[in-house]
């Protein structure tokens, strides 16, 4: 089992503020996923890194993957409430999910 | 709307209960998955179904029996569960069962086991 943990587990900010979410293990991963799943719903795919040390941009989203393709970060700048959600990672050789990260963006 | 649908999206059943969860989707996909996804805890992967046949089986206790009549509809059968199956199951397709392929989630089914 490959395990993938996120930190911090909870997080809550004021509309404006930057945030970064981590996703670590001691596996190597062949590309690794984000997704955002709000309440209600099922989680949805935001990116896909694959190289490592790549960096990709989604808007006000920054990921990067580490260089040894064993962990991987997500910035958010300027967070709006929209922003608000549970955040996962997945590592793929075999996809296994991380816990996730609760990001709270208070207006 | 994500193509992934899952009915019913709320259920309470006792333990004695048999019920069914159901998931369609409309994408065209050759495979799909259950998952379940408990407070604090990694989405765990249940079962995948590639073309109607079953590829993966995590050691799911007996109690939950998948069915995949057809490529675009897949069933999952509880009976006699336990209160720490109460969890939020995912539905999920992909084009193909390879975990490199995008799954695309249905808004899952909350399950309470009195």
């Known amino acids: 089992t490959q395990l993938l943990e996120q930190s911090p587990q909870f997080l809550s900010i004021q509309e404006g503020e930057n945030l970064t979410v981590y996703c670590n293990s001691s596996?190597?991963?062949?590309?690794l996923q984000w997704y955002r799943q709000e309440p209600g719903e099922g989680p949805v795919l935001l990116v896909t890194v694959v190289t490592g040390g790549e960096v990709k941009k989604l808007k006000r989203l920054t990921f990067q993957f580490g260089d040894a393709r064993k962990d991987s970060s997500l910035h958010i700048t300027a967070a709006q409430p929209g922003d608000t959600g549970l955040y996962l990672c997945a590592g793929v050789v075999k996809l296994s999910f991380g816990a996730g990260t609760t990001v709270t963006v208070r207006a | 709307e994500t193509g992934v649908t899952q009915t019913p999206r709320h259920l309470v059943m006792g333990m004695t209960n048999k019920k069914s969860l159901k998931c369609e989707q409309h994408?065209?996909?050759?495979?799909m998955y259950w998952y379940k996804q408990s407070a604090k805890k990694p989405l765990e992967l249940m079962f995948v179904?590639?073309?109607?046949?079953?590829?993966e089986n995590n050691s799911v206790p007996s109690r939950f029996s998948p069915e995949c009549p057809n490529s675009s509809h897949l069933f999952l059968h509880l009976h006699t569960l336990q209160p720490e199956d109460s969890a939020l199951y995912l539905c999920?397709?992909?084009?193909?069962?390879?975990?490199?392929?995008?799954?695309?989630f249905g808004p899952g089914t909350r399950l309470l086991v009195l």
């Open positions: 596996s190597v991963f062949s590309s």
């Open positions: 999920a397709s992909s084009q193909d069962p390879h975990p490199k392929e995008t799954q695309y």
């Open positions: 179904y590639s073309l109607e046949e079953r590829v």
């Open positions: 994408l065209g996909h050759n495979a």
